[in-house]
């Protein structure tokens, strides 16, 4: 009789189909948990990379100030995600100052000078954050862990360091060399002419080629142009700061006043009769007088560690030498004239080969006219409207130009032939994400 009945319980097929739904249940049930608690989780980690970037790039913007940089970081990666809501997702101890190597495409901590950020960002047991499942749960898996990084470095684009950068066109007369990476850039495109060499490693640029205007064998008789060519858009920004910049530097404590300023004196206020032949070192002019009249420096005089905020304008005669000078004016010129202009033969900057020190920065409100064989060593120009410069055959040996117009360029110079690395006092500095 027993064996009647096991043998009955075994051939009985009653509720087999409940065993098949069971088994299909878990995983359908599976399969929604994947889709739910995935998504989820992917939401979540895409949450985490972005507030990765944000606070890198909030971070970067601080640098060289470490421990600013380390709150700002902290700061913007509670503002993408609440504590409340997703926990400490980023601590003081996630974030790393560095610089970071682009050659090998690899940060390294603890550095004089750091250029770069490393956070990283967790939703992790550790933290107890991590990303809880809901249907995973009843399959066994109970939350995910994850991790973002974002690294973001703080550059100076090397058309700011060695370069003339314009808003509108640079026109290029023919017979120029260009060596050293220096770097042409129009926003409104680039006109050049026959005869000009551009080593490898130079670059042409304008947000589109066909803002390019050459002769029809322009590729050909300017040897190495056609490697130089690039697309790609920059903005000559300090043009919009220059006046910005002349209320700072009447300031004698302010940070952007070069190291060989006594910021212990007042501002010196003279008039445009003023003979800077007897100028004092170390100080800051301030030259008030109408707007149409002219101050003068001295022909053949020799200027240094002097900087000059003048609301006339201002004219460098022949023969002056200018080292570890700012020179910048902010009158109004009629007809769009220039309002700070350079005779012929005027030495600027000191020919060091770019070390450090003995440069001249110069900023302009109206136009700037750069007359021919002037010597450039280590120079700014930054002009709200347009640069002209005249032929230098001894060489430019450090320039860099922004114009918020155009910038013409004469025939017969010869550009980037700086081997040292001197930093020029004042520049927009970029940020990016690098990894």
Not at 60 to 87: C, F, H, Q, T, W
Not at 294 to 301: D, F, G, K, M, R
Not at 365 to 374: G, M, R
């Amino acid at each position: 009789m027993f064996k009647l009945r096991v043998c009955a319980f075994l051939s009985d097929e009653q509720g087999g189909g409940t065993l098949w739904g069971l088994f299909w249940f878990m995983i359908l049930l599976s399969i929604a948990g994947v889709s739910v608690d995935g998504t989820d989780a992917f939401r979540n980690d895409t949450m985490l990379q972005a507030t990765a970037d944000a606070a890198a790039l909030a971070a970067v913007i601080d640098l060289p100030r470490a421990d600013s940089a380390v709150a700002s970081a902290v700061e913007y990666a509670g503002k993408n995600m609440p504590p409340e809501v997703y926990g400490d997702v980023l601590l003081a101890e996630d974030v790393d100052i560095g610089i970071w190597d682009a050659e090998n495409r690899t940060f390294i901590r603890d550095v004089p000078i750091p250029d770069a950020v490393h956070v990283r960002v967790r939703m992790d047991h550790a933290r107890g954050n991590a990303v809880v499942a809901s249907f995973l749960r009843i399959v066994g898996f109970k939350a995910w862990e994850l991790e973002a990084h974002a690294i973001a470095q703080k550059f100076t684009p090397q058309c700011y360091t060695d370069g003339l950068v314009a808003r509108g066109y640079v026109d290029t007369s023919s017979n120029n060399q260009y060596y050293n990476e220096f770097c042409i850039h129009g926003q409104q495109g680039v006109y050049l002419q026959n005869g000009s060499f551009f080593e490898l490693g130079t670059s042409v640029s304008m947000p589109d080629l066909s803002l390019l205007t050459i002769p029809t064998d322009g590729l050909t008789s300017n040897p190495g142009l056609e490697d130089a060519l690039r697309e790609g858009s920059l903005d000559p920004r300090m043009v919009d700061r220059v006046p910005e910049i002349m209320d700072m530097y009447l300031d004698p404590t302010s940070p952007i006043q070069p190291i060989w300023i006594d910021q212990s004196k007042p501002v010196i206020e003279v008039d445009c009769n003023f003979n800077f032949g007897d100028h004092e070192t170390k100080r800051i002019y301030h030259v008030i007088c109408p707007a149409n009249k002219q101050v003068q420096i001295p022909a053949n005089s020799y200027i240094r560690e002097t900087l000059v905020i003048a609301e006339s304008q201002i004219k460098i005669p022949s023969g002056a030498t200018l080292e570890d000078v700012i020179l910048a004016s902010r009158a109004t010129t009629s007809n769009d004239g220039a309002n700070i202009h350079f005779s012929s033969s005027v030495k600027l900057g000191r020919a060091d080969d770019c070390a450090d020190g003995g440069g001249v920065q110069i900023f302009s409100t109206q136009n700037l006219f750069i007359s021919s064989s002037i010597t450039f060593n280590g120079v700014q120009l930054v002009s709200a409207k347009n640069v002209d410069l005249g032929a230098s055959d001894a060489g430019v040996k450090g320039l860099a130009v922004q114009a918020g117009g155009n910038i013409k360029l004469s025939s017969n110079n010869a550009f980037g032939l700086c081997n040292g690395d001197d930093p020029l006092l004042l520049t927009n500095q970029h940020y990016r994400l690098v990894n």
